[in-house]
């Protein structure tokens, strides 16, 4: 199969990451950032946490510390948006991101997929393809209840080192949700293992995106 390459600049790269929720970023995607930083030395990268109140703020800020660990600068934000309700709030959401858009200029961005089944998803979503019009937009998963995982079309694989990492690190910070009966390592073990098949991913991990627009350059 033939790969793509990201970041094939001067510069570091800047990396922006969206999640509605506390841990969103880290199910999704934490397996990509996790590489894309040790693949790419001194990138920075600006991680937006939308609905992270009392404990779900600290654990978003501990997490993201880990997950960014290798990375050349961090910035972290975080928002107290009321959970479930995102709609309803919608033009305070966008106020966020109309900051951001003065604020980043970034080289990818990792956000939540347009067709995700829980609404606050779908908002963050949404916003960041009204925000971020002429970027690289990758999408991630989240699975849940509804079901609702699609067919990917862009796979980074993953060492079996950099999946564990990525599993223990979510088991380690969130402990407000290890209650949920879909919280737990079987989980993010079973998707990660489910897209290495389909990429073929040679260590047997593997997170899937989807990536709506591409421009061959």
């Not at 928002?79 to 966008?94: L, N, Q």
Request: hydrophobic share 45%; glycine share 8%.
């Amino acid at each position: 199969m033939l790969g793509l390459e990201l970041g094939r600049t001067a510069r570091p790269l800047t990396i922006l990451c969206l999640g509605a929720h506390s841990d969103d970023i880290e199910i999704g995607c934490g397996g990509t950032v996790l590489r894309l930083l040790a693949e790419h030395p001194g990138a920075t990268v600006h991680w937006v946490v939308f609905s992270a109140a009392d404990q779900r703020d600290g654990e978003a800020r501990a997490s993201a510390a880990d997950f960014t660990a290798a990375a050349g600068a961090v910035h972290v934000a975080t928002h107290a948006f009321r959970d479930g309700f995102f709609p309803d709030a919608w033009a305070a959401v966008k106020a966020v991101f109309e900051q951001l858009k003065q604020a980043v200029v970034p080289d990818l961005v990792l956000t939540h997929r347009t067709a995700d089944a829980h609404q606050d998803h779908r908002v963050v979503g949404e916003l960041t393809w009204n925000t971020f019009r002429d970027h690289f937009v990758a999408e991630y998963e989240i699975p849940k209840y509804e079901g609702d995982l699609g067919a990917p079309n862009l796979y980074v694989p993953l060492t079996a080192a950099t999946a564990a990492r990525k599993v223990d690190l979510l088991m380690q910070h969130f402990a407000s949700q290890r209650s949920r009966r879909w919280f737990r390592p079987e989980t993010f073990r079973a998707v990660l293992a489910l897209r290495a098949i389909e990429c073929n991913a040679p260590d047997g991990a593997a997170e899937g995106l989807y990536a709506p627009k591409l421009v061959l350059g």
